[in-house]
T-cell receptor
Framework: DTAVSQTPKYLVTQMGNDKSIKCEQN?????MYWYKQDSKKFLKIMFS???????INETVPNRFSPKSPDKAHLNLHINSLELGDSAVYFC??????????????FGPGTRLTVT | AQKITQTQPGMFVQEKEAVTLDCTYD???????LFWYKQPSSGEMIFLIY??????QNATEGRYSLNFQKARKSANLVISASQLGDSAMYFC???????????????FGKGTKLSVIP
């Protein structure tokens, strides 16, 4: 079974549209994340979500909004898509305890292309 | 200032040889963690190895070892006996102490593209 899954794997859409990317983890982890990987392969945190608390990277436009219906899911909604939103989006999860550091498990990524 | 610096955009290594990928970091926290991830051309992110700031011994995982030099703030990845399947992007990442919000975000370096030559 896949630990962290994302759908869709590829998403091609036009500027101005609204789209969502879904993420699910079956690891029982407490925290989930969204990362953006640009064309130069640079990975940057967008959001982290833990126990219903959302931490937002201040550089993320408010067109991006994460939605967590439950602990196993963290979906990413994007409004009014722009060309610069084209990237690979990775979902990740980890089990975070204050006295232990665990690795983050990444989903397979969603390649978003905005035309 | 960058928190994670990987100075080698690309590296070549002969198959079966060892290779060191450099990573330096910048933090004022006493408690932090350092990670290495591998991203093959297929795109997935694969966790390789972790080193905690309080760990006294260098981490090892199979052919991967982390050369942790705390005073120099470096956490270099050493891959022994390189294989063709090691050709990939390698990312160093840091996780700093909890800000109180209860989650730990990774800050990534820009990556090093490793090519293993047969």
């Amino acid at each position: 079974d896949t630990a962290v899954s994302q759908t869709p794997k590829y998403l091609v859409t036009q500027m101005g549209n609204d789209k969502s990317i879904k993420c699910e983890q079956n690891l029982g982890h407490d925290t989930m994340y969204w990362y953006k990987q640009d064309s130069k392969k640079f990975l940057k945190i967008m959001f982290s979500y833990n126990n219903k608390e959302l931490i937002i990277n201040e550089t993320v436009p408010n067109r991006f909004s994460p939605k967590s219906p439950d602990k196993a899911h963290l979906n990413l909604h994007i409004n009014s898509l722009e060309l610069g939103d084209s990237a690979v989006y990775f979902c990740a999860s980890s089990q975070d305890l204050w006295d232990r550091v665990y690795e983050q498990y990444f989903g397979p990524g969603t390649r978003l292309t905005v035309t | 200032a960058q928190k994670i610096t990987q100075t080698q955009p690309g590296m070549f290594v002969q198959e079966k040889e060892a290779v060191t990928l450099d990573c330096t970091y910048d933090t004022s926290d006493q408690s932090y963690g350092l990670f290495w991830y591998k991203q093959p051309s297929s795109g997935e992110m694969i966790f390789l190895i972790y080193q905690g700031s309080y760990d006294e011994q260098n981490a090892t995982e199979g052919r991967y070892s982390l050369n942790f030099q705390k005073a120099r703030k470096s956490a270099n990845l050493v891959i022994s006996a390189s294989q063709l399947g090691d050709s990939a992007m390698y990312f160093c990442a840091m996780r700093e102490a909890d800000s109180g919000a209860g989650s730990y975000q990774l800050t990534f370096g820009k990556g090093t593209k490793l090519s293993v030559i047969p």
